[in-house]
């Protein structure tokens, strides 16, 4: 069994007892093992509480489960899976905050082609599928046609001239040969693929799926090309090379009359650490965590994609 670094196991009980620096309760977690299911990786851990309670903590997204109820790790993963499934069906077409930024309006016509399909039962209303999702590609274009990341060589196209905006785009967000190519194939099949739906008269539910597939990811890749465009590059770790490097913060402390955090670098790979730098607090966010601590701070209400989900609505004790 693969021991667990440092990092790893801070952040599993942190995740299990969020409050733990005020009355630690967490005893021993233990890593279990990695298990891959449909392309998908989950790390598996049993955690034992001071009390004696234990719990399964499964990654990807990260749940925990009791061992009470859930009495084999099997059955516990098992659930999991499942639990995974049915949310992913749920909020299929729930845009994460990266794609409500970039993609809202055209995700908005999408999921108006998803709601259309569920209620589709002949072949005008697989066509009707098709002409959503021509509309939504058309959103995409409207929506960043004079974007200040837009480079265009000439004259620019008409607005309906979807393809050639796709190649446009393809060309002025990624610097790499084949994300670009990739994009602006991807547009372009897709494109003909709402066409032809569109005016299909012998359309099928299986080809406004096709199609419906096809639309989202030409809205994902858009996405994902609009973060590695807009974000630097991420940081790797000088010792391992490793991509797994995340921030680690201390708790608020005072120093020289200030108030504020030791951040440092560590890589979840090897175990590397950077120089510590002293982050000081601004009063306000000073603030906000007094009245966190007091019980005056009232959480902002979260969207049904950021709510975090649990198996069981007990705490852990």
Same mark, same amino acid.
């Given at each position: ?19 733990? =620096? ?28 001071? @009390? ?27 659930? =999991? ?54 509309? @939504? ?179 852990? @004790?």
């Amino acid at each position: 069994m693969a021991e667990m670094t440092q990092l790893e196991e801070r952040q599993i009980r942190d995740y299990v007892d969020p409050r733990r =620096h005020q009355n630690p309760r967490t005893k021993s977690p233990s890593y279990v093992g990695r298990r891959r299911v449909a392309h998908e990786n989950y790390d598996l851990y049993d955690v034992w509480m001071s @009390s004696g309670k234990r719990w399964w903590v499964i990654t990807n997204v990260t749940n925990l489960y009791p061992q009470d109820d859930f009495k084999g790790l099997n059955q516990a993963f098992t659930y =999991h899976l499942g639990l995974n499934a049915v949310l992913r069906e749920q909020f299929a077409v729930q845009p994460d905050e990266g794609q409500v930024e970039t993609v809202g309006k055209p995700w908005r016509r999408y999921a108006g082609a998803v709601e259309a399909l569920a209620t589709a039962e002949e072949a005008e209303d697989f066509q009707a599928v098709g002409i959503r999702c021509r509309e @939504s590609l058309l959103a995409l274009v409207r929506d960043n046609i004079d974007a200040s990341w837009v480079r265009v060589q000439g004259e620019k196209p008409q607005v309906d001239n979807a393809k050639a905006w796709f190649a446009i785009f393809a060309n002025s967000l990624s610097a790499n040969s084949k994300p670009r190519a990739y994009f602006k194939s991807l547009g372009e099949r897709t494109w003909d693929l709402t066409v032809w739906l569109q005016h299909y008269v012998d359309a099928s539910e299986i080809d406004a799926e096709i199609v419906l597939g096809a639309t989202r990811e030409v809205l994902r890749t858009f996405a994902l090309l609009q973060v590695d465009y807009s974000q630097p590059m991420e940081q790797r770790c000088p010792k391992c090379d490793s991509y797994q490097v995340v921030k680690e913060s201390s708790e608020v402390i005072e120093r020289e009359g200030a108030f504020g955090t030791f951040l440092h670098d560590e890589c979840a790979s090897c175990g590397w650490r950077s120089e510590q730098s002293f982050d000081e607090w601004p009063r306000e966010r000073l603030q906000r965590l007094i009245d966190y601590k007091t019980g005056a701070w009232t959480p902002p209400r979260k969207s049904m994609g950021e709510l975090e989900v649990r198996a069981t609505d007990e705490a852990p @004790s």
